[in-house]
């Protein structure tokens, strides 16, 4: 199966054959070209994804990723940054060993293609010269047999006519034999002629013609292994980073299995445990029996002027005051006394850590300069031993500042956690008076430390609110609190009744302007108009905050 013998007459269509062999080619690096565009944006994109849902640093966010279940979100981003990777070696790969391969083939290509076809129109040229130089010698062969002819026939009838002169029928002769002899001259070219142009056009169509289609054939079918060579680089390219894209998805699935619930909710009882023991029952009051009333209870009653106001307050709220004591304004302290117990001792063991942290830095840093001024007294060409001194002394003295300051935080820790006594049995003793006069309150950790919404709790509060503050005080302490501007709105999910003084009493649907966030108690301040607010229970509404009055 050969071009040269079985197309030697087609040589216009293989020039087009070709031609479309080339273009078939080139449309073939253009899709591969678009492919790797793909990957490229693809990847693109995976990585904006990936950094989007990227914790921010230092906030509040980056602390949520404590959790298992947030962790594994973490990983599998950090898993897709690096499937997005992948992709763009894909795009590499396919640019550098298939694009710029095959383009650069294509130019070889397109060369050789013109130089084979440049051969054949030459050889074409050839053998049409030489036809028409065959059919020149033929038509001279054929004038000069035909003009000898005619010469004879004048000569014939020159000698048979008797009035012709002897000199007029030699010239005739004479005539006669010089156009035989070119007639004989131009058969010997025509000859010759034509015995070389058959053997050109023998040479012609089995010789340079199949010659050169069949350089034709070999380069085209040079194109056709090249595609295919192609075709499967681009598979196996494709191929290659299957087995990392399957690490980065056992990554992602390793990272779920790691998920542990048990151990999440032991981090939000960690982070959200307050330390403080449930209110116990309210002993029964009976106002059958004339009793004399104490002034905790004669101030709390008539807070508001109201009758039915005693029978609420002292029936339902005695002991769970927390929910609307009045909010700790101002800095915090520095002992973290406006936290719960719980949350108090986090905070104070991690000041702890830190500081004996810092400690051992400076330790290490003195010991350090201890042994420079050594090396420096064996070799004081190396240094003045006395220069170190002031910055020794610096050293120590930080050191014992930041001991003093550590033995400070471990004495408050020491008191939280009950290793020295409780500021709350000095308070009972403070309160002898009311331990007397009434019988033992509600054994509950809420009289000793009471919680505000924010989150935070007042020491020594219920007992001295109860025998040291009136009535009225204890209203101006919200009559007279500068009103807060609303920080946004929310809308009731369930009917609440605010039966306990500091609440408010709100309607499923209904919407309100909110004041203050819940600070970690479950609860959110609200305002229905300017003489209507309150607590709500934050899981009964759904709140909106503007971002503008938050961030102000």
């Known amino acids: 199966m050969s071009w040269g013998t079985e197309l030697w007459d087609q040589f216009d269509n293989l020039e087009k054959h070709t031609q479309w062999g080339i273009d078939i080619l080139e449309k ?12 490229l944006s693809y990847a693109k994109q995976l990585r ?75 050889a074409q040229q050839h053998i049409e010269t030489c ?35 002897k000199a007029d029928v030699e010239k005739a002769r004479q005539q006669a034999q010089m156009r035989h002899q070119m007639a004989e ?29 069949q350089k034709i054939q070999e380069m085209e079918e040079r194109r056709i292994v090249r595609i295919g060579e192609s075709v499967k680089t681009y598979a196996e390219l494709d191929r290659q980073v299957i087995p990392i894209i399957g690490k980065c998805l056992d990554g992602i699935v390793k990272a779920a299995e790691s998920i542990d619930p048990k151990n999440d909710s032991q981090l939000a009882i960690e982070a959200y445990k307050s330390g403080f023991e449930p209110p116990g029952d309210i002993e029964f009051e009976d106002y059958t029996q004339p009793m004399k009333r104490t002034v905790s209870d004669n101030s709390l009653s008539n807070s ?21 004591i009045k909010k700790n304004k101002g800095a915090t302290p520095e002992d973290f006394s406006n936290l719960p117990p719980e949350q108090r001792r986090k905070k104070l063991q991690q000041k702890v850590d830190e500081l004996n ?17 050594d090396v420096y007294l064996k070799n004081p060409q190396m240094g003045d031993p006395a220069s170190l001194d002031h910055k020794l002394a610096e050293v120590s003295q930080n050191i014992e500042k930041l001991r003093l300051e550590a033995q400070k935080f471990e ?86 009744e605010g039966q306990n003084e500091g609440t408010i009493s709100v309607v499923e649907g209904e919407t309100v302007y909110v004041i203050e966030e819940d600070k970690g108690d479950g609860w959110t301040r609200i305002r229905r108009n300017e003489d209507e607010e309150g607590y709500v229970p934050t899981s009964y509404v759904e709140v909106y905050l503007d971002k503008n009055a938050k961030d102000s």
């Not at 014939?156 to 012709?164: F, G, R, T, Y």
């Open 28 to 39: 073939y690096i253009k899709f591969v070209k678009e492919r790797t565009e793909i990957e």
């Open 48 to 122: 904006n994804l990936s950094k989007k849902y990227q914790p921010k640093k230092n906030s509040k966010e980056e602390e949520e990723y404590r959790y298992t279940a947030c962790k594994a979100f973490l990983s599998t981003l950090n898993e897709m940054n690096d499937y997005a990777g992948q992709h763009e070696v894909i795009s590499e790969n396919m640019t550098s060993q298939i694009t710029v391969e095959l383009a650069r083939y294509v130019q070889e290509l397109k060369q050789e293609r013109k130089s084979h076809f440049h051969d054949g129109r030459k």
């Open 131 to 165: 036809w028409k130089q065959l059919e020149s010698s033929k038509r001279r062969f054929e004038r000069d047999c035909k003009e000898a002819d005619r010469a004879q026939q004048y000569f014939e009838k020159m000698d048979a006519d008797i009035n012709v002169t």
């Open 185 to 213: 001259d131009s058969k010997a070219d025509y000859s010759s002629i034509l015995q070389k142009f058959n053997h050109e056009q023998h040479e012609y169509y089995h010789t340079h013609i199949p010659n050169i289609f």
């Open 304 to 324: 508001r002027g109201e009758g039915k106001s005693e029978l609420k307050f002292g029936g339902k709220s005695k002991g769970k005051l927390w929910p609307f």
């Open 357 to 373: 942290k810092e400690i051992q830095k400076e330790m290490d840093q003195r010991d350090a300069i201890t042994k420079m001024k």
């Open 411 to 496: 004495a408050w820790l020491a008191e939280v956690e009950g290793r020295l006594p409780a500021r709350s049995e000095q308070a009972r003793r403070q309160s002898g008076m009311y331990d007397v006069q009434n019988p033992p309150a509600v054994n509950s950790c809420a009289q000793d430390r009471e919680s505000s919404p924010d989150g935070s709790y007042t020491e020594e509060q219920s007992q001295e609110s109860e025998v040291k503050v009136l009535a009225t005080d204890f209203d101006d302490e919200f009559d007279d609190e500068e009103s807060l501007p609303a920080i946004g709105t929310c809308k009731a999910l369930y009917t609440f």
